[in-house]
């Protein structure tokens, strides 16, 4: 998969690629792929978009995020200040995999520190998505608890 992505010129098939490589589980490949978004050879949309599409990954959030706060200005000078906003998205981005009420707050704070008033937005929308999985994880964990005990794969 890395060496059709870094050899295709279809814009259709590096989004599979990119998408099919952030799914990986391993945490040393999701780095490289997310190193990948700042070295440079990646056209800026797919750039910029690639550390949340890691972030998805629930397993990479964390890893994703940090990436995001620590290459900052990097990334945001890559997605730009145009209308669609990508800038302010970067952080939001990549804290979608999160579940964690603190990590909503850290994100508001982060968000508010490194993009500003104009970023504001996109933190709140995704901050409210995180402690909607908290509550729900919250209210349902005796009975998940409950049916995953009981729970074996189909044979």
Request: glycine share 8%; proline share 7%.
């Amino acid at each position: 998969l890395w060496a059709a992505l870094r050899g295709t010129n279809s814009e259709e098939d590096r989004w599979l690629y990119v998408r099919a490589l952030s799914a990986d589980p391993n945490p040393a490949r999701a780095k490289q792929l997310l190193e990948a978004s700042v070295a440079g050879w990646l056209p800026p949309n797919v750039a910029t978009e690639l550390p949340g599409m890691v972030g998805d990954e629930p397993v990479h959030a964390a890893q994703a995020y940090g990436f995001v706060a620590a290459h900052w200005p990097r990334l945001a000078k890559q997605a730009g200040s145009g209308v669609v906003g990508a800038r302010a998205w970067l952080l939001p981005g990549a804290a979608d995999g999160f579940s964690e009420r603190a990590a909503a707050d850290r994100l508001r704070e982060d968000q508010r520190r490194l993009a500003g008033p104009t970023g504001a937005a996109p933190a709140e929308t995704v901050a409210a998505a995180i402690e909607a999985r908290t509550a729900l994880r919250e209210r349902e964990a005796e009975r998940l608890g409950a049916s995953l005990a009981s729970w074996s794969p189909a044979r």
